[in-house]
């Protein structure tokens, strides 16, 4: 059974405008959320909203969008004949034979069709856009996705009227009068099938395998000037026929034939199902996840801290260099790809960007200093929704673009405006799997290739063998297993939680157990015979501790949907549910370390962040993974004390901090260091060292290493320095002194790292694909203006003078003098008629509303405007022209 006509009851529309005139409101406003382009600008009336929805782009956008079914429907429109009944195309859809599952999937396919004015007319003409039918419709230069070629019609077009009663003879058909009647009987023939069997039947048998190759396409074959005797008997009769001297063609209608009637090989009206490659339990899932969560704020944290001073500088073009990025990998200890991903991971968060100087550099921004004090599970939060709702790519630096040039991390065109429709697309299908079940990539891969076929088809990076959306979905897996989303391979709970996805499906198991330790009500067998699934236990503590929220609502509503959650929860609630799951799966900061004999110090965790920072100036980190090995030397003692800790406040934040007593070796490293440290002084002269100790500086003028910074004796207690004090202080030190600066004044200069910040910056803008999606007050408004702008242009109205009785063009304003107009909106006012006007405004817009006039004074007319539904005053000066309506109630 087909689906309904556009307008049941009612006379056929004519053309596109005239059945989008006859749908309803909400049918209007499900077309432009479904088609948002249409709405920029808004459309002035019902005629300017089918000229758009015909233009070749917003075609294009709409097309790309269908899945694979609704695609191949409307292939399989574009090649059957204009006007075509659903039977036909059903026919076509599901061959001779029959298949029950196309025959169900038919209405819906054809319904999105219609929804998005790609098919208007009733189930007894259905009619294909004229640009939608161009783009799948084949010809030379373009096949058809279907394999087909032209119809015999098409393929004759050029042909002599001898060739073609030729032909007819040939094919056993009797000769007609004129080549239109011999074209009909030619394609007569083919659409027999009892007659084509027959014909088949005398075909050697060579030929029919030239039609077994040309069938499902391309259906072009090269010939020579003397063809062998098969292909020749396929040309006499019509079986092949010339596209150019040297070229044939196969007929569209002997191809049908030949297919048994179906217009495409495989017709695929069911999505293919996400496989299962392992199932996990969901608590091992969730405390990978969780552990990998915490891994990359470390990531995060380590490579801002790295930059703390200030990071590399900007590329003249924008971005990071090679080199740079070399040198980022090396201090994360990861590879240059992973490093990129961290770093547009921290600017998408608004964390990192260029501090706008003139020797321009990148370096952590405030926003970074905020993020830091927050709880660490807000701070995960707030890198994951940056992550789903940024258009950048990392996995696209390091590749080239059209031109040939190298995309930089943190550089330009690096933004693809489907990665977050991907992204989420991605996790939904994850989500559509049992708790802890880890998707097949390939059966992934081949959903999002049935979703959206036509941007599969698309590879906008040279030198890459598979098309973006593949690419960016095997990205997707990647980096959500980087990012803590997923957890070995399957989609977290606390993931879940910030998307707002649907509670997983039960596992077979769970419900046996169930099934067999509770006795269903009356509700909940209704519920499981409708094909609802149970939800499962809760995973964790927090899970049965915070309810479940509706879907998410900043993801990319389909087309036909409205976008809004099931629950009506907030964005500010999802974040919320998804920190309270988290958090307690995050391992909670320590307050201590444990001291080795080695002049080590061993973090069995994560550490509190002011214990953190100090033992990060005092120790050298030597090793990193479930705990945390920090080594100290001099060298890390003597950047402490340059900081401005005694030794006995070192002796006591080791005493306090350490659940392990005090090494003797870290007593006597401390207290060496400290002994030495500041007993030589540098300050500037342009630099001078003094010591009490003159037999000290005795031995540094002795010691040939020392001949670089040109020192000599100014007194027992003071040498002058040819170098400048920092590179004194770093020449005293690689010595194996350990010197002090001090200031003017002779006081020790506390040394610290100055923090480099930008000034305050937003996050990257991701960039959107195409018009926003429209919200409910802006579909009222839309549909109710393309309404009243219709009615404007529609009504019939009185003709004044002589030119404004000649039919009016679409669009054409009414002209009329000002002592007309004048004349006829008083008599309006007076009356209490509605009167038709044009109207140009400020901004030179011009548009055609119906009016009921109030008053008239001062050069203004203060009416009731139908087209937007309220009252309004316009000047005289700017209306063009105005006519009465030839029937007031209109």
């Not at 034979?97 to 098919?119: C, T, Y």
């Not at 080590?600 to 002011?610: I, M």
């Not at 930008?758 to 195409?770: H, W």
Request: hydrophobic content about 45%; proline content about 9%.
């Amino acid at each position: 059974m087909g689906t309904k006509p556009e307008a049941s009851g009612a006379a056929a529309p004519r053309t596109l405008a005239e059945a989008l005139r006859a749908r309803t409101d909400e049918d209007l406003a499900a077309l432009l959320r479904a088609r948002p382009d249409l709405l920029s600008p808004v459309p002035t009336d019902v005629t300017q909203l089918a000229t758009r929805a015909g233009t070749r782009a917003s075609v294009v956008r709409a097309l790309e969008r269908l899945d694979r079914f609704t695609l191949q429907t409307a292939e399989a429109l574009a090649v059957a004949p204009d006007a075509a009944p659903y039977e036909s195309l059903l026919a076509l859809m599901a061959g001779d034979e029959g298949a029950a599952e196309v025959e169900a999937a038919l209405p819906g396919a054809l319904e999105v069709l219609r929804g998005q004015a790609l098919v208007w007319g009733g189930d007894d003409r259905l009619r294909l856009v004229r640009t939608a039918r161009e783009l799948l419709a084949p010809s030379p230069t373009r096949p058809s996705p279907t394999g087909l070629g032209p119809s015999v019609a098409e393929a004759t077009a050029g042909m002599s009227p001898g060739r073609v009663q030729e032909i007819l003879a040939a094919a056993g058909l009797p000769p007609t009068h004129d080549p239109v009647s011999a074209v009909e009987a030619l394609t007569a023939l083919f659409t027999d099938g009892r007659r084509m069997a027959l014909l088949l039947d005398t075909a050697p048998p060579q030929a029919l395998a030239v039609l077994d190759r040309l069938v499902w396409g391309p259906p072009y074959g090269e010939v020579t000037s003397s063809p062998a005797p098969h292909v020749q008997w396929l040309r006499d009769r019509g079986l092949l026929l010339p596209a150019s001297p040297r070229t044939v063609v196969l007929p569209r209608e002997a191809a049908l034939h030949l297919r048994a009637g179906r217009a495409h090989r495989v017709p695929e009206p069911l999505p293919p199902a996400v496989g299962q490659a392992t199932e996990r339990r969901p608590q091992v899932v969730d405390s990978a996840a969780a552990s990998q969560a915490y891994t990359a704020l470390t990531t995060v944290e380590d490579l801002l801290k790295d930059w703390h001073e200030g990071g590399p500088p900007v590329l003249r073009a924008g971005g990071l260099s090679v080199r740079d990025l070399k040198r980022t990998a090396t201090a994360l200890d990861t590879t240059e790809q992973l490093a990129a991903f961290w770093l547009e991971l921290a600017y998408a968060a608004g964390l990192v960007a260029s501090d706008g100087e003139a020797d321009e550099r990148y370096a952590p921004t405030p926003a970074y200093d905020e993020w830091l004090e927050l709880p660490t599970a807000e701070r995960w939060a707030d890198l994951a929704v940056a992550w789903l709702t940024a258009t950048r790519v990392p996995g696209l630096v390091g590749t080239q673009d059209s031109k040939g040039r190298t995309l930089a991390a943190l550089g330009p065109d690096l933004d693809r405006s489907a990665a977050p429709e991907v992204r989420l697309r991605v996790l939904e299908l994850m989500a559509s799997l049992p708790a802890g079940a880890v998707p097949e990539p390939e059966t992934l891969l081949d959903r999002l290739r049935w979703e959206r076929p036509l941007r599969g088809e698309r590879a906008d990076s040279p030198g890459v063998g598979h098309d973006l959306r593949t690419r960016l979905a095997n990205w997707t897996l990647a980096e959500a297993e980087l990012l803590g989303m997923t957890g070995r391979g399957a989609l977290a709970t606390h993931a879940r939680a910030l998307l707002g996805l649907p509670a997983p499906a039960a596992r077979p198991e769970a419900a046996a157990v169930a099934s067999a330790s509770a006795r269903p009500t009356a509700g909940a067998s209704a519920r499981s015979a409708a094909g609802a699934s149970a939800r499962p236990e809760a995973d964790t503590p927090a899970e049965a501790a915070v309810p479940r929220p509706g879907p998410i609502a900043y993801r990319a509503a389909p087309p036909g949907s409205s976008g809004s959650g099931g629950s009506g929860s907030s964005a500010t609630d999802r974040r919320a549910r998804a920190v309270s799951l988290l958090a307690p799966l995050l391992p909670a900061p320590l307050d201590h370390v444990l001291l080795q004999a080695d002049l080590t110090a061993v973090a069995p965790g994560p550490l509190e962040r002011p214990l953190a920072e100090t033992l990060a100036v005092l120790a050298d980190v030597e090793s990193k993974g479930g705990a945390t090995v920090y080594r100290f030397t001099p060298a890390s003692v003597r950047r402490a004390l340059d900081a401005g800790r005694a030794a006995a406040d070192l002796h006591a934040f080791l005493a306090t901090h350490s659940r392990t007593p005090v090494p003797q070796p870290l007593t006597y490293l401390i207290d060496d260091v400290a002994r030495r440290h500041g007993h030589l002084r540098v300050g500037a002269a342009s630099a001078y060292l003094r010591c009490d100790d003159d037999a000290l500086l005795g031995e540094i003028l002795a010691d040939r290493r020392s001949q670089n910074l040109g020192l000599r004796r100014l007194a027992p207690t003071v040498l002058a320095a040819q170098a400048d004090p920092a590179a004194l202080l770093e020449g005293l030190r690689t010595m194996g002194y350990a010197p002090a600066a001090e200031s003017a004044e002779g006081d020790v200069l506390i040394t610290r790292a100055h923090a480099r910040r930008t000034p305050p910056r937003t996050p990257p803008a991701p960039v959107p694909e195409g018009p926003p999606l429209p919200d409910v007050t802006l579909l009222g408004a839309a549909v109710k203006a393309i309404r009243a702008g219709d009615l404007a242009a529609t009504v019939e109205r009185k003709p004044v003078t002589e030119a404004a009785a000649r039919p009016a063009v679409n669009g054409e304003l009414p002209r009329t003098t000002p002592a007309e107009t004048l004349a006829t909106v008083q008599a309006a006012a007076m009356t209490g008629s509605a009167v038709w006007i044009g109207y140009v405004n400020a901004d030179g817009a011009a548009s055609q509303r119906v009016i009921a006039p109030v008053r008239v004074e001062g050069g203004f007319v203060t009416a009731y405007d139908r087209t937007v539904d309220e009252v309004r005053t316009y000047p005289l000066h700017r209306i063009t022209g105005v006519a009465e309506l030839a029937d007031d109630s209109a």
